[in-house]
C-alpha cells in the first residue's frame, strides 16, 4: 500500500496543498481560493492510484511550507528537495528535469527545451508534459514559454506566470 502525506496551508497568494511519499515530494498545488479547492486537487490525482493511504502531517515536509510563503512574497528561495516522480514517463521525467534546471528569473522555450533532449520539432509534447507537471514552481514550468516570446499555457492562467516571472526577474 502506498502512503502518501499531505499538508495544507495559507499563503499570500492562496490556499497550496502538497503530497508525498517517503520517496519524496510528488504533487504541488498553485494558490486556490479555499483549503477545500487545494485539497480537492491534491486528492483527485491520489485517488487514481489504487490501494493508497492519505494522512494529514504538518511535520512531514520540514520547512518546504515556509520556503513556499517566502517565494510568494518574493523571496529569492531554492528547492532542493527530495522528488518523487517514480510514477511518471520517462520522457515527463526528461522534460521536468530540464526544466527545473533553468536559472531564477530567466525563461526558455517549449523548443529549446526539446532540443536539449535532442527531440528537434517536440515542442509540442514538451509543451504537454509541462502541462502535467504535478510540481510548479519546484520544477519551474512557468519559466518556459513559446519561442516567439509570449506566454504560452498555464494551468492556472497567464496572468499568475506572468506575476511568477516578473516577480523573479527582479534577481536577475
Not at 491520489?46 to 490501494?51: E, G, N, P, V, Y
Amino acid at each position: 500500500m502506498l502512503k502518501l502525506n499531505y499538508l495544507i496551508f495559507d499563503t499570500s497568494l492562496g490556499w497550496v496543498g502538497m503530497m508525498g511519499s517517503v520517496e519524496g515530494l510528488r504533487e504541488l498545488t498553485l494558490p486556490q481560493p479555499s483549503p477545500q479547492q487545494a485539497f480537492y486537487l491534491l486528492h483527485k490525482s491520489a485517488l487514481k492510484s489504487q490501494r493508497i493511504l492519505i494522512e494529514a502531517r504538518v511535520d512531514y515536509f520540514g520547512d518546504l511550507a515556509e520556503r513556499i510563503e517566502s517565494y510568494f512574497n518574493g523571496e529569492r528561495v531554492n528547492f532542493p528537495d527530495r522528488l518523487d516522480l517514480s510514477w511518471a514517463s520517462p520522457f515527463k521525467k526528461k522534460v521536468w528535469k530540464i526544466t527545473q534546471a533553468i536559472p531564477y528569473g530567466e525563461t526558455r522555450a517549449y523548443a529549446w527545451v526539446a532540443n536539449k533532449m535532442d527531440m528537434y520539432g517536440a515542442a509540442r509534447a514538451v509543451g504537454q508534459a509541462l502541462a502535467r507537471n504535478p510540481l510548479p514552481i519546484i520544477i519551474p514550468c512557468h519559466r518556459v514559454i513559446c519561442s516567439d516570446g509570449t506566454l504560452g499555457g498555464f494551468s492556472d492562467g497567464k496572468l499568475l506566470k506572468q506575476r511568477l516571472l516578473e516577480m523573479e526577474a527582479k534577481f536577475i
